[in-house]
T-cell receptor
Framework: GAVVSQHPSWVICKSGTSVKIECRSLDFQATTMFWYRQFPKQSLMLMATSNEGSKATYEQGVEKDKFLINHASLTLSTLTVTSAHPEDSSFYIC????????????FGPGTRLTVL | SQQGEEDPQALSIQEGENATMNCSYKTSINNLQWYRQNSGRGLVHLIL?????REKHSGRLRVTLDTSKKSSSLLITASRAADTASYFCATLNTGGFKTIFGAGTRLFVKA
């Protein structure tokens, strides 16, 4: 149980285009989902926290107009990288939390974005 | 910085040896978790230790937590080449809203 999927697993796009990444909790309802980005050989940096039906809370330094997050249901959150540029190339990982805030997070397998 | 610190940043050992990684964090926590990540892949959850626990075991893994020093250690005993990966600690703050990752330790186990 507690499986989180991401789609696509990798994407290559041209500079200036927008890319949407989906994060789904497959067998549970996630009250909260998180988006992280990871540059090569670095740690995961939290970008934003999203709760179903409400606006995402972005971490300091993360542009909300650049990284649009929609959490339309308890099983789906999407991250759209708008007008992508090469510096947006990164590994994007989502995670989902079940129920009470102290519970474990379950992580998706990640999406590798390469912007040419 | 939102990250805690881990040391060493990189660790290279021979198969069969033990590997110890340390993690320090900055805020009060509810729990601390350790994850493994193989190159270019997602995270694998290893173990969770709550703030009122001091030590926890899972197979070849032993985790300790010292909340007075705001530090944790992960010990992998009898390491194998397949243990080669990056290891991250992650803390859930007492508000329970978000999990923050440490910088990670890259472990190389030579066969």
């Amino acid at each position: 149980g507690a499986v989180v999927s991401q789609h696509p697993s990798w994407v290559i796009c041209k500079s200036g285009t927008s890319v949407k990444i989906e994060c789904r909790s497959l067998d549970f309802q996630a009250t909260t989902m998180f988006w992280y980005r990871q540059f090569p050989k670095q740690s995961l940096m939290l970008m934003a926290t999203s709760n179903e039906g409400s606006k995402a809370t972005y971490e300091q330094g993360v542009e909300k107009d650049k990284f649009l997050i929609n959490h339309a249901s308890l099983t789906l959150s999407t991250l759209t990288v708008t007008s992508a540029h090469p510096e947006d190339s990164s590994f994007y990982i989502c995670s989902a939390k079940v129920g009470r805030s102290y519970n474990e997070q379950f992580f998706g397998p990640g999406t590798r974005l390469t912007v040419l | 910085s939102q990250q805690g610190e881990e040391d060493p940043q990189a660790l290279s050992i021979q198969e069969g040896e033990n590997a110890t990684m340390n993690c320090s964090y900055k805020t009060s926590i509810n729990n601390l978790q350790w994850y493994r990540q193989n190159s270019g892949r997602g995270l694998v959850h290893l173990i969770l230790i709550r703030s009122n626990e001091r030590e926890k075991h899972s197979g070849r893994l032993r985790v300790t937590l010292d909340t007075s020093k705001k530090s944790s250690s992960l010990l992998i005993t009898a390491s194998r080449a397949a243990d080669t990966a990056s290891y991250f600690c992650a803390t859930l703050n007492t508000g329970g809203f978000k999990t923050i990752f440490g910088a990670g330790t890259r472990l190389f186990v030579k066969a």
